[in-house]
C-alpha cells in the first residue's frame, strides 16, 4: 500500500479563492440535555415588548386580515426559500459552461432549422453530442472509501484542530483522480485526489478553524467528478457528518470565591424550624409540636413544657442566568466575554459537586403573536456538556431580556441560595435592580456586568451585588474581594 501526500492544501470558499469563513454557524438549538420551561402566568401579554418578523410586518394587530398577511408573507418566504435550494441543487449538476452549450444547442435548432441555416444546425448537432458524451462519462460508479477523522470533537476557541482525510481504493483496478470536497461549517475543503492503484490510499491533513465559539459541522464527504470538456459535474455524498465543539474559554474559579453562599455544605441558616440538625434555643410547647422535641430537663425546672428549636439547614443551590438578549449588549466581544464567564462559573460549581442550574433565555418565534415567557436549561451533568450547549448558544432580538429572564428563572428553579445573572452593558441599572426583585427573599443576587477593556469594579444596588469585569481574568479577583466584602 502507497501514500501519496501532495502539499500546499489551504481551506477555501466554494469555487472562490477566499479562506474558510465559519463565522456562521448553523447550529443553532442545543443538542443536548435541554428542556423548556414555560411561565403559563406570564403567556397572555399580548405583543407588548414583542420584536420580531410579525410585528414588524404588521405592528400589534391581531385581526384576521393580519393573520392573512402574515401567512401569505411566510408562504412566499418558503417557497423562495425552495427555489433557492432547487437552482442551488441544479447548479451544483451543470457548470456555466454547460449552460452556455445547452443554450447554443436550443438557438442552433430555433435558428438554423427556422432560416434554413445548415452550419448553424451542425454546430447545435455538435453540441448535442457534447452534452451526450458528458453525460456517458459520469455514469462510472465511484468505488472510493473517504473518510474524516479528527483527534477530538471538542476544543476550546483558538486551539488547533486538525482532521485527517483518507481517500482509500479497495478494488482491484486503478481509480481516476477526483476533487474531494469537505463541507467545512460555511466554508469549502478542496482536495485532488490523483489516481490511485489497486489497494493504495491518499491521505492529507488540514486544520479548521477555531477562532469562533460554536459548532462546526464537518461533512458529509463528498467527491466531484467531472467530464472532460467541462460541462457537468457529479457529486456523490457519502458518510455523516462530524460536529466539532468549539467550547468559550474558562478560567478556573477557585470554591472560595463563591462565598457569597453561607450554607455550601448544610451550614445553618437564620430561618428556624421545628426540626433540624442544629439547635436554635428552647421555647414553650405549643399544640402540634412533637413530644420528642421536649426538653424534659427544662420542663422540670420549669415547671411548663418546653421544646427544642432549630435553625434550618439546607444545601446550595447555585443558578447561573445568561441573558441571550441583543439589547443587553452592546457588542459582539461583550456576549462572548459573558458566555465565558457562565461557563467558568458553572464548570467550578460541577467540580465542586454543587447543586447548579445553568439558564439562559429562549427566544420568541419571528412570527408569534405573543412573547413567550420560557427559558433554556442547559446540561450540568458534566463539564464537556455544560460546555457542549454554551457552545450552541447565540443572542437573539427577541429572546428575553433581563428582567423577564429573572422572573421565569425564579418561578422555575427551586430552592435557589444564590444567583448569578450575567449579561452586558446594554441593561441598566434599573432593569438589574427590577431582575433582582424577582428572586424570593434571601437569595443572593449578583450581576455580572460584561465590558471588555473596562477596570473591574465592585458595587452595591440595595440588596443586589453588580460585579463589572473587563477581562475573564478578572472573575476570580472581582468574585474574591466580593466575598470578603
Request: proline share 5%.
Amino acid at each position: 500500500m502507497t501514500s501519496t501526500r501532495p502539499g500546499g492544501r489551504f481551506l477555501s470558499e466554494r469555487r472562490t479563492g477566499a479562506h474558510v469563513d465559519t463565522s456562521s454557524h448553523t447550529a443553532h438549538t442545543l443538542s443536548r440535555g435541554r428542556t423548556r420551561t414555560s411561565a403559563p402566568a406570564h403567556s397572555a401579554t399580548g405583543t407588548q415588548g414583542l420584536i420580531n418578523a410579525r410585528t414588524r410586518i404588521v405592528g400589534t394587530r391581531t385581526d384576521p386580515l393580519a393573520d392573512a398577511l402574515v401567512a401569505l408573507v411566510r408562504l412566499a418566504t418558503a417557497f423562495g426559500a425552495g427555489a433557492v435550494r432547487m437552482a442551488t441543487a441544479v447548479a451544483g449538476v451543470v457548470t456555466p459552461l454547460g449552460w452556455s452549450i445547452v443554450g447554443l444547442v436550443v438557438v442552433g435548432f430555433t435558428v438554423g432549422y427556422g432560416l434554413g441555416w445548415l452550419e448553424l444546425v451542425a454546430v447545435a448537432w455538435v453540441g448535442v453530442v457534447l452534452v451526450v458524451a458528458a453525460v456517458l462519462s459520469l455514469l462510472a460508479r465511484n468505488s472510493f472509501e473517504i473518510g474524516v477523522f479528527l483527534p477530538s470533537t471538542r476544543v476550546v476557541v483558538g486551539e488547533r484542530a486538525p482532521a485527517q482525510l483518507t481517500v482509500h481504493n479497495p478494488t482491484a483496478r486503478r481509480l481516476v483522480g477526483v476533487t474531494v470536497e469537505v463541507p467545512v461549517g460555511g466554508g469549502l475543503a478542496e482536495f485532488a485526489v490523483p489516481s490511485l492503484r489497486p489497494g493504495s490510499s491518499f491521505e492529507d491533513v488540514f486544520v479548521v478553524p477555531t477562532t469562533r465559539r460554536g459548532v462546526i459541522r464537518i461533512g458529509p464527504v463528498r467527491t466531484v467528478r467531472g467530464d472532460p470538456v467541462g460541462l457537468l459535474r457529479r457529486e456523490i455524498t457519502g458518510g455523516d457528518p462530524i460536529d466539532l465543539y468549539v467550547h468559550p474559554r474558562t478560567i478556573p474559579v477557585p470554591s472560595t470565591s463563591t462565598g457569597f453562599v453561607r450554607d455550601l455544605e448544610g451550614n445553618p441558616t437564620r430561618d428556624l424550624a421545628n426540626s433540624d440538625v442544629s439547635f436554635h434555643a428552647l421555647r414553650e410547647y405549643l399544640p402540634g409540636d412533637e413530644r420528642r422535641h421536649i426538653h424534659w430537663r427544662s420542663t422540670a425546672k420549669t415547671g411548663v413544657h418546653m421544646v427544642r428549636q432549630f435553625e434550618e439547614t439546607r444545601r446550595s443551590h447555585l443558578m447561573i442566568a445568561l441573558s441571550l438578549a441583543s439589547s443587553d449588549y452592546s457588542t459582539e466581544e461583550e456576549f462572548e466575554l459573558a458566555v465565558s464567564v457562565a461557563a467558568s462559573l458553572g464548570v467550578r460549581a460541577i467540580r465542586d459537586a454543587r447543586n447548579v442550574s445553568v439558564v439562559a433565555s429562549e427566544r420568541t418565534p419571528e412570527f408569534a403573536k405573543r412573547k413567550v415567557y420560557a427559558l433554556k436549561r442547559l446540561s450540568v451533568t458534566s463539564r464537556p456538556r455544560l460546555l457542549d450547549d454554551l457552545s450552541t448558544v447565540h443572542h437573539a432580538a427577541t429572546a428575553l431580556p433581563i428582567p423577564d429572564l429573572a422572573r421565569v428563572a425564579a418561578d422555575s428553579v427551586a430552592g435557589i441560595s444564590v444567583a448569578f445573572v450575567v449579561c452586558g452593558t446594554g441593561a441598566t441599572k434599573s432593569e438589574l435592580r427590577a431582575a433582582s426583585t424577582k428572586f424570593p427573599a434571601g437569595v443572593e443576587v449578583v450581576a455580572v456586568v460584561c465590558d471588555p477593556g473596562m477596570t473591574p469594579a465592585l458595587r452595591r444596588v440595595s440588596e443586589l451585588s453588580v460585579l463589572t469585569i473587563g477581562y475573564l481574568e478578572d472573575l476570580t479577583r472581582s468574585l474574591s474581594r466580593s466575598a470578603a466584602a
